[in-house]
């Protein structure tokens, strides 16, 4: 039988979340979506409490953030994107706008929405940074799903 990473968790009942994954880096992104999963497992939240959404790129979250909030469905929502550096400068303003609309979406709806939304400096398409990168997803995967259950217990 799983046992809970974390046994201080003292829900009152089993919580409903909502996952939103970028599509674009879907092989990285869906590391992190896989490692919050099995986190959830391990701490007996069953597969069918969780909702996982596709949206195009970590530009769309906020807005599916924020209807999932407002719907009354979901106990939190978790995003989950990369946003790299294309050769320009776009790249922080999609983070930096992407992270506080999220920040802004929770104090508005008073639901927890949490990030991993991460952008790494100087990712290379190439093989050696993807794996790089799909283990650091897996780790922050791991962790926003330790968050997310915390916070909401």
């Given at each position: ?14 919580p409903?979340?909502a ?6 880096h879907?092989?990285?992104?869906g ?33 599916h ?6 719907s ?16 320009i400068?776009?790249?922080?303003f ?5 992270i ?10 008073d ?9 790494p400096h ?13 283990e ?5 995967g ?8 915390a916070?909401?217990?």
């Amino acid at each position: 039988m799983n046992q809970p990473l974390l046994p201080s968790f003292k829900l009152s009942r089993l919580p409903r979340v909502a996952i939103l994954a970028a599509s674009w880096h879907k092989d990285i992104v869906g590391v992190a979506v896989s490692a919050i999963r099995h986190e959830f497992d391990r701490c007996r939240i069953p597969p069918e409490q969780v909702s996982v959404i596709e949206v195009p790129g970590a530009f769309e979250i906020p807005l599916h953030a924020q209807r999932l909030a407002r719907s009354g469905r979901f106990d939190a929502v978790i995003a989950c994107g990369l946003v790299v550096d294309g050769g320009i400068y776009r790249h922080d303003f999609v983070g930096q706008t992407v992270i506080q609309a999220l920040m802004d979406v929770q104090l508005a709806t008073d639901v927890p929405v949490f990030s991993c939304v991460l952008t790494p400096h100087h990712f290379h398409e190439h093989g050696e940074h993807k794996r790089f990168f799909a283990e650091h997803f897996s780790t922050k995967g791991v962790e926003v799903a330790r968050a997310c259950l915390a916070t909401i217990a």
